[in-house]
């Protein structure tokens, strides 16, 4: 984290003081009024800022998601890469990466990772993993994994489609079962030689609600 400017440090001040004396995070607006900024925009490019340098998290398209983030000794950062699909399978641009940079860095505790090593996060798209409390804007913690036992959820590149999904992954005979937790969903068979394991689910942190 860089030094915070003056400004940053009154946004943050007062973000803090409304959490604890309201339970739920100021709107822009709020922080106009408590702060005595100009305009919402000169607002939001603060807080643009303090998310990029790891502040405060924000929730997109979720009404007063702002949530800071207290940085504590031992707490470590692991690079948010992008987003996949618990529904049908996205589109990557490739199969050797995610991204070249992180969109972003997701602070955690140890607790969380428990000393793992090669964790990385993606942000979680559909509902299709809901009944294992994995909800679209979720964000799943990823351990680097070429392989998983049955029943273990991963990332699962499909070669031939240049897709990915989260699944629960299964072994049947000669065929691989992509399963979803959503009992309104089907699973997806696949041939094994068309399935690559890219990383394993080792953690979830759940958007948070309005």
């Given at each position: 984290?860089?030094?915070?400017?003056?400004?940053?440090?009154?946004?943050?001040?007062?973000?803090?003081?409304?959490?604890?004396?309201?339970?739920?995070?100021?709107?822009?607006?709020?922080?106009?009024?408590?702060?005595?900024?100009?305009?919402?925009?000169?607002?939001?490019?603060?807080?643009?800022?303090?998310?990029?340098?790891?502040?405060?998290?924000?929730?997109?398209?979720?009404?007063?998601?702002?949530?800071?983030?207290?940085?504590?000794?031992?707490?470590?950062?692991?690079?948010?890469?992008?987003?996949?699909?618990?529904?049908?399978?996205?589109?990557?641009p490739?199969?050797?990466?995610?991204?070249?940079?992180?969109?972003?860095?997701?602070?955690?505790?140890?607790?969380?990772?428990?000393?793992?090593?090669?964790?990385?996060?993606?942000?979680?798209?559909?509902?299709?993993?809901?009944?294992?409390?994995?909800?679209?804007?979720?964000?799943?913690?990823?351990?680097?994994?070429s392989?998983?036992?049955?029943?273990?959820?991963?990332?699962?590149?499909?070669?031939?489609?240049?897709?990915?999904?989260?699944?629960?992954?299964?072994?049947?005979?000669?065929?691989?079962?992509?399963?979803?937790?959503?009992?309104?969903?089907?699973?997806?068979?696949?041939?094994?030689?068309?399935v690559?394991?890219?990383?394993?689910?080792?953690?979830?942190?759940?958007?948070?609600?309005?």
């Amino acid at each position: 984290m860089t030094r915070l400017t003056k400004t940053r440090s009154r946004i943050l001040n007062f973000i803090r003081t409304f959490l604890q004396e309201r339970g739920y995070a100021p709107t822009v607006r709020d922080i106009v009024k408590g702060c005595g900024i100009s305009t919402s925009s000169v607002v939001q490019y603060h807080l643009n800022i303090l998310e990029k340098e790891g502040y405060i998290q924000r929730a997109p398209q979720v009404f007063r998601s702002i949530r800071l983030v207290e940085d504590k000794p031992g707490a470590v950062r692991v690079p948010l890469l992008g987003t996949i699909a618990a529904g049908e399978p996205l589109p990557v641009p490739s199969s050797d990466t995610w991204a070249t940079v992180p969109e972003a860095t997701v602070p955690l505790t140890d607790d969380l990772i428990h000393g793992k090593e090669g964790i990385y996060a993606l942000r979680v798209k559909g509902t299709s993993m809901i009944d294992a409390l994995i909800d679209d804007g979720d964000i799943v913690l990823m351990q680097s994994a070429s392989t998983v036992s049955d029943g273990e959820m991963a990332a699962v590149w499909l070669k031939r489609e240049q897709e990915v999904t989260l699944k629960q992954v299964y072994r049947e005979h000669n065929r691989i079962r992509l399963q979803p937790a959503n009992r309104q969903m089907g699973p997806l068979y696949q041939d094994p030689d068309n399935v690559e394991i890219q990383g394993k689910v080792v953690g979830v942190i759940r958007k948070m609600g309005g």
